[in-house]
């Protein structure tokens, strides 16, 4: 309709201004279609949700409200009497909350059950709770919690894990016919097609992520990677060496002792700077593993090791592969999330309240830094 009107009035006007009105149509015009695609993809009406996945909505918002009831009569140190875990509400500002909410109630339903017949309580909420679609939303959802836990860490690298994280979310959300897994997984089935959809249309890689994934031992093959983004990722690894040649014209050198030790695979070292990083790029898809005890498998996935830092490779390397340590150490220092910064921000508004308005920026900043510096001692002492 919209199309149809701005025809009609082009064809009254002038020809002196048809051509930009013309223009002005086809702004519109793409504006409007990108309009319908992001309405497409990121917004759905009610009436447009089929009843399977009403039903599991309708289950979730069940759990809410059980988890707010048993907080309301204080049930939570009857549990924990129980030996059970204690019920977690979920709250729009934390991320991962829901999944933790879903987890516990389900972990809790017995003893809670118990709980509520000792009590006399009415079990109305409690029975609206479906343990077995429950357990099919945690089953869903696991996948997402795992790669959202791992993109918003803050005390190793995160930028690495983007690509090889919303593959793997995909390949998660494939729909396997005649597979016995997904036989009574039909209630999941348009979560599976939104999620998929979503992904598509919200990610688009960005060439850090691509030179991380290229500059992370284990996925230095970049499998998951099409060719045109594998041979781009290189020109952008070529493009930072160049960059760093031209602020240090001795990286270039070796010392004498690594030389000793480098003979074999140098023999032939080409003379041309475009040789010479295209010698260090194969020469680092070649032997970009450990070859200690340290275990760097090219083929390992992010998942088997949640805490593995990619610098230390390179720290241990930094004289082998001297400009991709120098590109690694700087793509590295991105973080995948903000989550880092709005942590940050939320403890700074825990610090400064009303009773402590007058507190300098300076202060503040030491109080940030000597709690994150303590909670970062604690997980490493858990870690050893």
């Known amino acids: 309709m919209f199309t149809l009107t701005r025809t009609t009035q082009i064809q009254q006007h002038s020809p002196t201004n048809q051509r930009r009105q013309h223009h002005q149509q086809k702004r519109n015009n793409s504006t409007s279609a990108i309009v319908t695609v992001k309405h497409n993809h990121l917004v759905m009406l009610e009436s447009e949700i089929p009843p399977e996945a009403t039903r599991i909505i309708t289950l979730i918002l069940s759990v809410k409200q059980l988890v707010k009831y048993v907080k309301l009569v204080n049930i939570n140190q009857a549990l924990e009497d129980k030996k059970s875990p204690r019920l977690i509400q979920s709250t729009i500002i934390r991320w991962l909350s829901m999944f933790d909410c879903l987890e516990a109630v389900l972990k809790s339903f017995l003893p809670l059950n118990e709980i509520f017949e000792e009590k006399e309580l009415n079990k109305k909420r409690l029975e609206k709770i479906n343990v077995v679609l429950l357990e099919r939303i945690i089953e869903f959802l696991k996948p997402w919690k795992h790669v959202s836990t791992r993109l918003q860490s803050t005390n190793i690298p995160s930028i690495h894990i983007v690509i090889p994280g919303i593959e793997s979310l995909k390949t998660s959300l494939e729909f396997i016919f005649h597979d016995t897994k997904f036989e009574h997984d039909k209630d999941m089935m348009f979560f599976r097609q939104r999620g998929k959809i979503l992904i598509d249309a919200m990610f688009d890689y960005h060439p850090i992520h691509l030179m991380a994934l290229f500059l992370n031992p284990r ?166």
């Open 219 to 384: 996925t230095r093959k970049m499998k998951q990677c099409t060719n045109s983004q594998r041979q781009s990722c290189l020109e952008y690894i070529k493009q930072e060496m160049i960059m760093f040649d031209a602020f240090d014209s001795d990286t270039q050198s070796i010392d004498n002792s690594d030389k000793s030790k480098q003979e074999d695979e140098y023999d032939d070292l080409p003379a041309t700077t475009t040789a010479i990083h295209q010698a260090e790029i194969d020469n680092y898809l070649k032997f970009g593993i450990y070859k200690s005890n340290e275990s760097c498998s090219a083929n390992a996935s992010p998942s088997s090791d949640q805490e593995y830092n990619p610098l230390h490779f390179w720290k241990k390397n930094h004289s082998l592969y001297p400009r991709l340590a120098k590109i690694a150490k700087r793509v590295f220092a991105v973080p995948a999330t903000s989550a880092a910064v709005e942590r940050e921000f939320s403890l700074a508004e825990n610090i400064v309240t009303k009773k402590c308005s007058k507190l300098s920026p300076e202060t503040v900043n030491d109080i940030i830094f000597q709690k994150s510096f303590e909670k970062y001692k604690r997980k490493n002492a858990q870690n050893k």
